[in-house]
């Protein structure tokens, strides 16, 4: 039987299936070191490769973003670039997590996106993922309820399949 995933090769009349890139959307909640894990788990197991990502959105930029780059004449630089910076600690925690793991790992900060799922969808498919791990437990309340689930719609409009990890 082979490997769980979405690539396909094709042996007589069966199809093998295998998973070869893993995609770990990294996000700011308490639940990231496990969806980690998780990911980093199954790249190890099927010696697949990894990426983690976290996404920067437009609404992340956000009123702040645009009353910054009113009152400064169009400069926005300084606050992506410390978005962009705390973003690069969310991914820092994924290569030390890949090093205890003994796994080689990719990061990757995805800026400008019109929302965190287009983002990891768009990524996923730019890159040919063939799994992305993504977590259920990110925004919690009001937040949820007006954004909507990224796990939803990543696994709505992904190309492949996805793991929701909670």
Do not use: W
């Amino acid at each position: 039987m082979g490997e769980i995933g979405h690539t396909t090769t094709t042996k007589g009349n069966d199809q093998e299936l295998l998973i070869k890139k893993i995609l770990i959307a990294v996000d700011k909640s308490e639940y990231t070191d496990k969806i980690i894990k998780y990911g980093l788990r199954l790249a190890k197991s099927l010696r697949a490769e990894v990426t983690a990502v976290h996404v920067i959105d437009r609404s992340s930029l956000g009123i702040i973003g645009e009353l910054l780059a009113y009152y400064r004449g169009g400069k926005i630089e300084v606050y992506e670039e410390a978005l962009r910076k705390k973003a690069k600690e969310f991914l820092g925690e994924a290569e030390l997590l890949a090093k205890k793991e003994g796994v080689q790992i990719n990061t990757e900060v995805i800026m400008n996106e019109p929302s965190a799922a287009e983002g990891i969808v768009n990524y996923a498919s730019r890159t040919n993922m063939d799994l992305i791990v993504i977590g259920t437990k990110g925004m919690t309340g009001a937040q949820k309820f007006l954004m909507g689930g990224v796990a939803n719609k990543v696994a709505s409009h992904a190309h492949c399949s996805v793991l929701a990890v909670r």
